[in-house]
């Protein structure tokens, strides 16, 4: 991570255990553990994001239709796109399909895959009787990287609890197959670090949520045309989000929509090709994954996607 900084202009302080706990008492670290502690680092509230920019959006014109499967897309005689709806059928010049775990079952239907794995994750938010020391003005966000296992943390803020969960822990599902259940292992693994780590976080666990990640084997975005993929279908163009696009949710907007208009943007995304190696070849795998020099995530399958 520290390698990563110089190259993202990130400014960034390091900490030994001892000098986190002094700047934070809530962590219980000595030096065995080391930090890098970014100062402008924060938190953005998905659902009140998520709200505004729909109302945005309506705003400018747009109509947001729910509860609306997308059975398949054609093409029509005058070659523009039909979207095949439960609602109806819709016409445009250029596609964008952003449908995250379903994104196969939307591109199946012009011959396009893109091997992606779906896991179940889930976020626990503990009623700590502590909770004025748990606030975004006394309490950071986190990421803790172990040998087993990869943790992270949010303040509380607005109704909600303080905030953990395991990164990449869940079990490999389909749209159709994931639940809403909590797993209960899981929450027991949240509870154990955070009892070794950041005791006086716990409480009672409020409640658990569950999400779906959906993930290329590099983890990194897919933002392409899928002509690359199917010659003639450069105006379907896609983007998955590798389980951490919401926060940069305003930027790939303004890149999708250059893309729908102008079928180009400004911006490089030639690091998230759709025909990049981790895309288009079987048997590749990340460094960062090596099952000989790292590690594999949970439940993400090694075979092929």
């Known amino acids: 991570m520290q390698k990563q900084c110089p190259n993202t202009e990130s400014k960034y302080e390091r900490l030994t255990g001892s000098q986190l706990h002094e700047k934070y008492p809530q962590f219980e670290t000595d030096d065995s553990y080391t930090a890098l502690y970014e100062e402008k680092a924060g938190l953005v509230d998905a659902a009140m994001s998520i709200s505004v920019q729909i109302q945005l959006a309506r705003a400018h014109g747009a109509s947001v239709i729910d509860n609306c499967p997308v059975r398949r897309i054609d093409k029509a005689p005058n070659g ?11 016409q445009c010049r250029r596609l964008l399909v952003t449908s ?14 893109v ?21 975004k003005e006394k309490y950071p966000i986190w ?13 509380s803020h607005g109704n909600s609890g303080s905030k953990c969960g395991i990164e990449m822990g869940g079990v490999v599902v389909t749209p159709e197959t994931r639940t809403y259940i909590p797993d209960p292992v899981r929450e027991k693994y949240v509870t154990d670090f955070l009892k070794e780590t950041i005791p006086r976080s716990l409480g009672p666990i409020m409640y ?8 290329p084997k590099d983890r ?8 690359k993929m199917r010659p003639g279908w450069d105006n379907v163009i896609v983007c998955n989000g590798a389980g951490h696009c919401f926060k940069f949710s305003c930027l790939l907007g303004k890149i999708l929509s250059e893309m ?3 079928g180009k943007t400004q911006y490089d995304v030639s690091n998230f090709n759709i025909d990049r190696p981790a ?15 790292g590690k594999v995530p949970v439940g993400a399958p090694t075979s092929k996607l």
């Open 80 to 90: 523009h796109i039909m979207v095949y709806t439960a609602n109806g059928i819709y």
């Open 260 to 262: 729908a208009v102008d």
């Open 143 to 155: 990421i803790y990287h172990g040998s087993d296992r990869d943790y992270y943390g949010l303040p």
């Open 220 to 227: 990194h975005f897919v933002v392409d045309h899928c002509g």
């Open 100 to 113: 995250g775990a379903w994104i196969n079952n939307v591109l199946q239907s012009i011959g396009v895959h």
């Open 115 to 135: 091997p992606i794995y779906v896991t179940q994750e889930q976020v626990s938010y503990f009623a700590t009787p502590h909770v004025k020391e748990f606030t």
């Open 208 to 215: 658990t949520k569950t999400c779906l990640y959906t993930m």
């Open 279 to 293: 895309i288009t070849q079987p048997g590749w795998t990340p460094e960062m994954y090596s099952e000989t020099g």
